[in-house]
Nanobody, 116 residues
Framework: QVQLVESGGGLVQAGDSLRLSCAAS????????MGWFRQAPGKEREFVAA????????VYSDSVKGRFSISRDNAKNTVYLQMNSLKPEDTAVYYC?????????WGQGTQVTVSS
């Protein structure tokens, strides 16, 4: 099992950048595929980006492709989401997730608010 703690959210203006971090506990972080999801008020939780355990594969939703970048540092047990050119529609609670062998673990989320 792995515990996840997100940080880095906040209130920014449209066009600004933010970097979210997700710190994981446990010595097996490097074998988990990691992802970011988000949930806006009144909407379903949606996929944002993911990175494989080997760091060789990344995937993004169409809505963030070209603006967001996911990365991980296995030595620090941390996954990052660099968010550039933020838009008001990016406003949501952002959740970190860890996947392995059919199990998914979630963090508590961090709020990102983008004002126009």
């Amino acid at each position: 099992q792995v515990q996840l703690v997100e940080s880095g959210g906040g209130l920014v203006q449209a066009g600004d950048s933010l970097r979210l971090s997700c710190a994981a506990s446990g010595r097996t972080f490097s074998i988990y595929n990691m992802g970011w999801f988000r949930q806006a008020p009144g909407k379903e939780r949606e996929f944002v980006a993911a990175i494989s355990w080997s760091v060789s594969n990344t995937v993004y939703s169409d809505s963030v492709k070209g603006r967001f970048s996911i990365s991980r540092d296995n030595a620090k047990n941390t996954v990052y989401l660099q968010m550039n050119s933020l838009k008001p529609e990016d406003t949501a609670v952002y959740y970190c997730a860890a996947d392995r062998l059919g199990s998914r673990y979630w963090g508590q989320g961090t709020q990102v608010t983008v004002s126009s």
